[in-house]
């Protein structure tokens, strides 16, 4: 387990859960070029429109900083 506060603990987790945004773009950007674009039906064209995709990658990037400390394996 770690010794670092319970408050750093968190401020580094919202760090990792928003930086898990971009990276997820650019890697996403560069997966464009070496796979070939699905045809997807129209009503796909609004399954981000709330940005769920965003909320889920921070959310994933968060609780998985605060499983890998309090699991110790960070």
Request: charged share 10%; glycine share 6%; proline share 4%.
């Given at each position: 387990?770690?010794?670092?506060?319970?408050?750093?603990?968190?401020?580094?987790?919202?760090?990792?859960g928003?930086?898990?945004?971009p990276?997820?773009?650019?890697?996403?950007?560069?997966?464009?070029?070496?796979?070939?674009?699905?045809?997807?039906?129209?009503?796909?064209?609004?399954?981000?429109?709330?940005?769920?995709?965003?909320?889920?990658?921070?959310?994933?990037?968060?609780?998985?900083?605060?499983?890998?400390?309090?699991s110790?394996?960070?």
């Amino acid at each position: 387990m770690s010794n670092k506060s319970f408050t750093l603990i968190l401020i580094e987790s919202v760090i990792i859960g928003l930086a898990l945004i971009p990276f997820t773009y650019i890697t996403g950007y560069i997966a464009k070029f070496i796979t070939k674009k699905p045809t997807l039906p129209d009503v796909c064209s609004k399954w981000n429109e709330y940005y769920i995709m965003e909320v889920n990658l921070f959310l994933a990037g968060f609780l998985l900083h605060l499983a890998f400390v309090y699991s110790g394996l960070v």
